[in-house]
């Protein structure tokens, strides 16, 4: 029987301060019949043999749990199980925007490379309207459009949620933190900072240079990497103290121009459009050694791979022509296919994008 709950109180908690019907507590002792002695409101004193409502309990000393008091009743302490808060769930979508004339197009691929959208897409519908793309956790896609002074954001499935004007935005990228940052082509040249919902300014780095940039991407510890196409180099930048903290020569000259980039891990993987003597190119983050050239066994010599974009933090996506065809293709990180699925499409891509943490 349990001891009467008063005299717990009176004779070795003291006060204690009840919230409706549930009190914490820390365990103090494991019974090993599935009961445990508990300290509750952080009281120097435990009230003994608690059970709990879990069907395998493995509580530890220490552990904080709460306490009902089943129906109320002051006499019945059950120690509730943990509360466990579900991860959040990811949308590894890959977006794909090409175009055709004066129109472009919007693909939408599922993680299993499922085509699950592919048609004229009224909302960058006009010429010159896109530049680059992100996808945010959601799967929701931001879009570019430098030409059109606009900058996009839909949802999942293609539909327009918010749209402002922007001067130029050019290059676009999302940090595990969920937040978006532009390259802002101007006089001045700035890297912005906006809000993911209404993409209003936030913050912004302003860069005092005529340079022009390429191929924006995060690391997992919010490292910002561009590529300066004027100078030829891939720089690393620290977005919180606004400072530049490494750059190397890309090695490739002037087909470094329009290059993509990605980050798996401890390395930054770059595609440049030209396919200079490899397909993609790997340099450690930290931009101690030279890029690495390698070569992907889908595509043959005179094949192209136009575009890279990272996936989950362990793999990258990769858009190009085998043969005369336009193929999405995602890899794991050493360059070994997961899926290839063909888009038959007519016309110019516009770079691939995904979630990739």
């Not at 493995?58 to 991860?87: F, M, Q, S, W």
């Not at 290059?259 to 931009?287: E, F, H, K, Q």
Request: glycine residues 8%.
């Amino acid at each position: 029987m349990f001891k009467n709950i008063s005299s717990i109180i009176k004779d070795s908690i003291g006060n204690i301060i009840y919230r409706g019907n549930v009190v914490t507590g820390t365990v103090a002792i494991v019974r090993g019949d599935g009961s445990y002695d508990v300290f509750i409101s952080e009281s120097d004193k435990a009230y003994p043999k608690i059970f709990t409502l879990s069907r395998n309990p493995d509580l530890t000393v220490g552990d904080k749990v709460r306490i009902l008091y089943k129906n109320g009743c002051k006499e019945l302490p059950i120690i509730l199980p943990p509360v466990v808060t579900a991860a959040p769930t990811i949308t590894y979508n890959i977006a794909y925007v090409y175009y055709y004339g004066s129109t472009n197009y919007l693909v939408i691929l599922d993680s299993n490379g499922n085509i699950i959208y592919n048609a004229v897409h009224s909302a960058i519908s006009y010429t010159t309207d896109q530049d680059a793309e992100a996808v945010d956790n959601n799967g929701n896609i931001y879009i570019t459009g430098r030409w059109a002074d606009k900058f996009k954001k839909l949802d999942n499935n293609g539909n327009l949620l918010t749209e402002i004007s922007v001067t130029n935005p050019f290059q676009i990228a999302i940090n595990s933190s969920g937040e978006i940052w532009l390259y802002e082509w101007t006089d001045d040249n700035y890297f912005v900072k906006r809000d993911p919902t209404t993409l209003a300014k936030l913050d912004e780095i302003v860069l005092n240079n005529s340079y022009d940039y390429m191929g924006m991407t995060f690391d997992s510890s919010g490292y910002l990497y561009v590529v300066n196409w004027v100078t030829e180099k891939i720089e690393k930048w620290n977005v919180v103290s606004k400072t530049k903290i490494a750059e190397r020569t890309t090695g490739l000259g002037n087909d470094s121009i329009y290059c993509s980039l990605a980050v798996i891990g401890s390395n930054v993987y770059m595609v440049n459009s030209g396919n200079r003597d490899a397909d993609y190119w790997v340099i450690p983050t930290s931009l101690g050694s030279n890029f690495v050239g390698h070569d992907l066994t889908e595509f043959g010599a005179l094949d192209d791979v136009n575009f890279i974009t990272g996936y989950g933090g362990t793999h990258f996506v990769v858009e190009g022509f085998i043969g005369s065809v336009k193929h999405i293709l995602k890899y794991d990180s050493n360059g070994i296919l997961v899926w290839d699925t063909p888009i038959v499409v007519t016309g110019s891509g516009l770079g691939v994008a995904a979630y990739p943490f």
